[in-house]
T-cell receptor
Framework: AQSVTQLGSHVSVSEGALVLLRCNYS??????LFWYVQYPNQGLQLLLK??????LVKGINGFEAEFKKSETSFHLTKPSAHMSDAAEYFC??????????FGSGTRLSIRP | EAGVVQSPRYKIIEKKQPVAFWCNPI?????LYWYLQNLGQGPELLIR????????DSQLPKDRFSAERLKGVDSTLKIQPAELGDSAVYLC????????????FGPGTRLTVT
């Protein structure tokens, strides 16, 4: 069975600082991994995805994530935080049962 | 291109009352999902449709929840009777066949049961 664990339910960074949101996964098969973002009172929006090939994946709004099989991790980063990045971020894995398993989410706050 | 449309956006009802949510997926998306999202949690799948067929409803509480997707387009999710613990956000999403996890979400319906 697949699962994801997001470390830290809340992360706060200063505007312009590095953003790092942590995600570890568990999967018995090569995983398809995702990061989704949810702005207040909106649905989820796909940020980026890893399926196969290059382990460094670039997404929208300057975010990227690196798939590290040896560490079973898929951490999300952005070099310089912007106020508009404040949102809830969900890591997810596509399971062998043809459905997405979401993590519990990390709320990102940006300090001026 | 229009996104996934859901209505209503907000609903407040008293316990034991019925409630229904409506979803219109992105045109051409044959797969439709209903999710439950509790406060501070990730979405949890309730039911997945491939066209008009419910192919995964293992997490749908069938004693009070029902769903339908007539003609393989719009879908309705119903709760009858609602309980206090049903207060949550109900999300609808859609995807193309074989998209392997890339889903498009609507804004959700926030249900409050008093």
């Amino acid at each position: 069975a697949q699962s994801v664990t997001q470390l830290g339910s809340h992360v706060s960074v200063s505007e312009g600082a590095l953003v790092l949101l942590r995600c570890n996964y568990s999967s018995s098969v090569p995983p398809y991994l995702f990061w989704y973002v949810q702005y207040p009172n909106q649905g989820l929006q796909l940020l980026l995805k890893y399926t196969t090939g290059a382990t460094l994946v670039k997404g929208i709004n300057g975010f990227e994530a690196e798939f590290k099989k040896s560490e079973t991790s898929f951490h999300l980063t952005k070099p310089s935080a912007h106020m508009s990045d404040a949102a809830e971020y969900f890591c997810a894995v596509y399971s062998s049962a043809s459905k997405i398993i979401f993590g519990s989410g990390t709320r990102l706050s940006i300090r001026p | 291109e229009a996104g996934v449309v859901q209505s209503p956006r907000y609903k407040i009802i008293e316990k034991k009352q019925p409630v229904a949510f409506w979803c219109n997926p992105i045109s051409g998306h044959n797969t439709l999902y209903w999710y439950l999202q509790n406060l501070g949690q990730g979405p949890e799948l309730l039911i997945r449709y491939e066209n008009e067929e419910a192919v995964d409803d293992s997490q749908l509480p069938k004693d009070r929840f029902s769903a339908e997707r007539l003609k393989g387009v719009d879908s309705t999710l119903k709760i009858q009777p609602a309980e206090l613990g049903d207060s949550a956000v109900y999300l609808c999403a859609s995807s193309l066949a074989g998209s392997q996890g890339e889903q498009y979400f609507g804004p959700g319906t926030r249900l409050t049961v008093t």
